[in-house]
């Protein structure tokens, strides 16, 4: 080593310290550095790391090779090997026990001197060291010396007494006869012992690599290839061994030692060191000649035999410790991922590579990482506020809640959701008029209008054109009469039952609605409708009533005199005030009350452009006092807002159609919420929205969603939901029980029909024992297997079948139809292919584990592995 490059080699046993090697043998000890100045003496590292100068040994110069004993005791004993091939034994000064003593300047001697190219301690039997020589052609390159060998005159081994190079006073024995000599006439470049076995070495020869076996030296496995160089053998892999020849690394295992298993891009320049990260499994560090990047392949996802056509997938990456070139690295032993380099001029850096760390999401919207060896978890804080939470959290919420699959009161929904989202609130409400006016329709049988309450208002509107009637109404109340325009038509009245304010048929009487406003405390809204119904003393009535409840604001009687005052003269007092304070209230309905009393005949403008009143009371009062044109132009409008915005509200306009699409399209790209999208959709009557692509990846994703929630009970109750309102969405059968002899569905006739529509219950399976039995296949008229309990054919109902066990079985019946057709159905184990009915084979495995048919030792019931699986809705419930 003495005018080469310096390398560095970690101590064993001490994680601090690491050994600078050169001309001389420099130990150091790295430690925190707690201040920004470094001591005295001391090297910074890294901005944590600093090491101090222990001590020095330049007592065995021409130095080529260096391996530190791997054992704690003598712990700081070094083997050199040097360049007429010697290897001497030293330390640094560490160490004064008897032991060490005893070994310091022994020198292990070959026959014919050439220079020392590697040596490798046994990690097992840490009295054998290996060195790997230049080839001679009258002598071994492989010597395997025994350091504790004791030499006594019956050993017959030849000794001497000689003074050691360095000119120290102390005689030391010189060794002359190795333990094994392995590899005549060839020259050995490098060396490592095999972990498995401590009496295999791998050795690195000139052509080849050969495997010697100690325990019969006349024998070698061994493969030709150039590739010879650092050999090293993965410590978390032991088949697994890589070297080197120039720039290309060869990837071995030893169980397929013919050829490599991977061989790894080829650098430009030559490699000058490979290494396994101890702490990392699969890492591999490469080194090139004059550079500073340091390459890392990892293979940890290759621990088995390769085929001999594939081959194993890497990540390949680099690092750069440092800006100078690189000499030489070593891996910490413990510290994951930890290195330290050292440059030609002897300048050191402590590096540690960082992992690529990757994210998963999970399906409960919980975020997890892995960096190294940790595992980090960001879950969701279970104190948010509902519209602080994630939407995926809100849907899983929802869907354990039922929510969308109440059909009767569809209105509830919204309660269902949480009853915080005046949003969902209005849409459902839509939808539970539109199916309510159906009904109604279905039930009358007359008019052709229940495709076209699905279109929603801005179609119903568009239809009415031409039809409408003009009617001059007053307010009543009022001192004054002034006449106001009203429109009416039956499209109108339609649209108004939609926006809620009227009931079924023409009758335009609000009361109801009024009351119910009243209920829920919303005084505001109802005095605003009973004002735009032209009614100011129901609307003052309104007022004071709910000043004077509980909950109510006294302010409102205020505003209740302020409306008793009305007057329809344009230039009064009254309405000049009214005017100017009314931007000032913050209730948007008592705004639009006294924009509608201030404003001029058919121009509503303040009434119609209040955004923070609910959209279908201004499309209400809108088919109230609009003429046909203004009334298309402003639902024409008000539709494209709706769509752009994604404001669900807007359904009243669109109906299920395919400016709904567009309009729900905008909200799911707004909040994520398939889920209302998807229930949404499938309310209206079959359509040709429900074949819209985008309609169908909602409902797809939906349903993904479910199941990786393992919300399976919910998923299969959404595909039933959805079934009944959209019958082409139901899935042909895909299982059916096939005949042994003809391999035709024993559930149909042997004619050529699809299978679709006809199923057990035209045998007889479905549970009434007064149906007809068919206990044959209907194709080839071969009998059916026999249920391994009641040794009755299948086909069978349980019912029917004799013994002991009637009783039960007819409670079970009378308990529910459902479950006595399930304990009809054919079952059986995949595994032992025995089986029988569903019923009889549960109560045999409530009490038994292994098959009922008899010499047959197969735990049927166990080798089901879904039968563990337990529902995320079950466990949460």
Not at 135 to 153: E, N, Q
Not at 217 to 241: E, I, W
Not at 497 to 516: A, Y
Request: aromatic fraction near 8%.
């Amino acid at each position: 080593m003495s005018g080469s490059k310096p390398d560095i080699l970690w101590a064993p046993h001490h994680v601090d310290r690491f050994v600078v090697c050169d001309s001389e043998l420099s130990l150091y000890l790295i430690e925190s550095a707690v201040s920004s100045e470094p001591k005295a003496g001391s090297l910074r590292l890294s901005e944590e790391t600093a090491a101090t100068l222990l001590s020095i040994n330049s007592d065995t110069p021409y130095m080529k090779c260096v391996a530190w004993y791997p054992k704690y005791d003598p712990e700081c004993l070094l083997a050199v090997g040097q360049a007429n091939g010697r290897v001497v034994l030293t330390s640094l000064g560490q160490d004064h026990n008897s032991k060490s003593k005893d070994l310091i300047g022994k020198e292990f001697v070959p026959k014919h001197a050439r220079q020392c190219n590697t040596l490798a301690w046994n990690p097992l039997d840490s009295n054998w060291l290996a060195a790997g020589l230049d080839k001679h052609r009258a002598d071994f390159s492989v010597l395997i010396w025994d350091i504790s060998s004791k030499y006594t005159p019956e050993t017959a081994v030849a000794t001497e007494k000689v003074r050691l190079s360095a000119g120290d006073t102390e005689s030391g024995l010189v060794v002359t006869k190795p333990l094994y000599e392995l590899g005549q006439n060839d020259a050995c470049l490098s060396l490592c012992w095999l972990p498995r076995d401590q009496k295999l070495l791998l050795a690195g020869m000139h052509r080849n690599l050969a495997i010697f076996d100690l325990r019969n030296t006349s024998q070698k496995m061994f493969v030709n290839t150039k590739a010879v160089q650092g050999v090293t053998v993965d410590p978390h892999f032991h088949d697994r061994v890589a070297s080197f020849y120039e720039g290309q690394v060869a990837i071995w295992d030893l169980r397929k030692f013919e050829k490599p298993v991977l061989t790894l891009t080829e650098q430009p320049k030559p490699l000058t060191k490979v290494a396994w990260c101890p702490t990392r499994t699969g890492l591999l560090a490469t080194l090139t000649r004059d550079s500073n990047i340091i390459r890392l392949y990892d293979m940890q996802h290759t621990p088995t035999p390769i085929g001999d056509e594939t081959e194993p997938t890497i990540i390949e990456r680099s690092v750069q410790p440092c800006d100078n070139y690189i000499a030489s690295f070593a891996w910490h032993p413990t510290s994951q991922n930890r290195m330290v380099v050292v440059t030609p001029n002897r300048a050191m850096s402590d590096f540690t590579v960082f992992e690529r760390i990757s994210l998963a999401w999970s399906p409960i919207t919980s975020l997890m990482w892995a960096c190294g060896r940790h595992l980090y978890e960001c879950t969701e804080e279970g104190k948010a506020s509902s519209l602080e939470k994630d939407i995926a959290t809100k849907m899983r919420l929802r869907a354990l809640s039922r929510y969308g699959l109440d059909t009767e009161q569809v209105w509830r929904n919204h309660l269902l959701a949480g009853n915080e989202d005046p949003q969902l609130k209005s849409l459902w409400y839509t939808l539970h008029f539109m199916k309510q006016y159906t009904e109604d329709m279905d039930q009358k049988l007359s008019g052709n209008k229940g495709p076209l309450v699905y279109a929603g208002i801005k179609s119903i509107v568009k239809s009415s054109l031409g039809t409408t009637e003009n009617l001059r109404h007053s307010r009543s109340g009022s001192d004054r009469q002034a006449d106001i325009i009203q429109y009416l038509s039956e499209e109108r009245s339609l649209a108004l039952q939609l926006c809620g304010w009227i009931k079924k048929g023409t009758d335009l009487d609000v009361e109801p609605f009024l009351n119910s406003l009243e209920q829920e405390g919303d005084w505001e809204r109802a005095a605003a409708v009973a004002l735009f119904n032209l009614d100011i003393r129901r609307a003052i009535q309104i007022l004071n009533k709910g000043a004077s409840s509980g909950k109510g604001d006294l302010n409102l009687n205020v505003v209740a005199m302020a409306l008793s005052g009305y007057t329809d003269e344009k230039n009064s007092l009254w309405r000049e005030m009214c005017s100017t304070l009314r931007l000032q209230l913050n209730n948007p309905y008592l705004c639009a009350m006294f924009a509608f009393l201030t404003s001029e005949a058919g121009s509503y403008d303040g009434v119609l452009y209040e955004n923070n009143v609910a959209v279908r009371d201004r499309v209400a009062f809108a088919c109230k006092f609009l003429s046909d044109a203004q009334l298309n132009r402003f639902i024409e409008k008000l539709t494209n807002e709706m769509k752009d915005a994604g404001n669900l509200e807007g359904i009243l306009l669109t109906g299920l159609t395919k400016d709904g699409v567009d309009l729900m399209e905008s909200y799911v790209d707004r909040t994520g919420d398939v889920q209302t999208a998807s229930y949404c959709m499938l309310q209206g009557s079959p359509s040709d929205v429900l074949k819209d692509e985008r309609v169908q990846y909602w409902i797809e994703n939906y349903r993904n969603l479910l199941d990786a929630w393992r919300f399976w009970h919910k998923r299969a109750e959404f595909d039933i939901h959805r079934s009944k309102l959209d019958p082409s969405s139901k899935p042909l059968a895909q299982v059916f029980v096939s005949c042994n002899f003809c391999g035709k569905s024993i559930s149909y006739s042997c004619s050529a029909i699809p299978h679709q529509g006809r199923g057990f219950s035209q045998y007889g399976v479905s549970g009434s024992p007064t149906k007809s039995k068919v206990t044959s296949c209907p194709g080839c008229r071969k009998p059916l297997p026999r249920c391994a309990l009641c040794l009755i054919n299948m086909g069978t109902p349980v019912s029917s079948c004799p013994g002991g066990s009637k009783s039960d079985e007819k409670v079970d019946l009378s308990k529910d139809k459902k479950l006595a057709q399930f304990n009809n159905w054919f079952t059986w184990c995949h595994n032992c292919r025995h089986g029988g009915h569903a019923g009889h084979m549960l109560s045999w495995f409530r009490d038994h584990t292994e098959c009922p048919v008899s010499a047959c030792s197969c735990k049927c019931m166990q080798l089901d592995t879904t039968g563990n699986l337990v529902p995320a809705e079950i466990v949460q419930t």
